[in-house]
C-alpha cells in the first residue's frame, strides 16, 4: 500500500442498506485506526494507516459473526 493509499469501499451489488452500514463500519475504524499508538512514527504514515484499516475493514467484512470492535486497532498494530 502506497504512502497515499486511502481504503474505500467498492460500487458492486449490494442489498438496500448495505452501503450506509459500510461506510459507517469504515469510519469506526478509521477513527480508532488515527488513535493507534500516535507515540511512534510508524502509525503516523499515511500508508501504515491505510494497511492497518484495509486490514482492520476486510477482518470485519469476512467475520460477521464478530464484525468490528474498538481495541482491534491496537491488536493488529502488533501484526503490523
Given at each position: 500500500?502506497?504512502?497515499?493509499?486511502e481504503?474505500?469501499?467498492?460500487?458492486?451489488?449490494?442489498?438496500?442498506?448495505s452501503d450506509i452500514?459500510?461506510?459507517?463500519?469504515?469510519?469506526?475504524?478509521?477513527?480508532?485506526?488515527?488513535?493507534?499508538?500516535r507515540?511512534?512514527?510508524?502509525?503516523r504514515?499515511?500508508?501504515t494507516?491505510?494497511?492497518?484499516?484495509?486490514?482492520?475493514?476486510?477482518?470485519a467484512?469476512?467475520?460477521?459473526?464478530?464484525?468490528?470492535?474498538?481495541?482491534?486497532?491496537?491488536?493488529?498494530?502488533?501484526?503490523?
Amino acid at each position: 500500500i502506497s504512502a497515499t493509499a486511502e481504503v474505500s469501499i467498492r460500487n458492486g451489488p449490494r442489498s438496500p442498506g448495505s452501503d450506509i452500514a459500510d461506510e459507517e463500519l469504515l469510519q469506526e475504524i478509521k477513527n480508532d485506526v488515527e488513535r493507534t499508538r500516535r507515540d511512534f512514527e510508524y502509525f503516523r504514515r499515511p500508508g501504515t494507516k491505510a494497511a492497518l484499516t484495509a486490514l482492520l475493514f476486510v477482518y470485519a467484512k469476512l467475520n460477521p459473526g464478530v464484525r468490528y470492535v474498538q481495541g482491534m486497532n491496537e491488536i493488529a498494530a502488533v501484526l503490523l
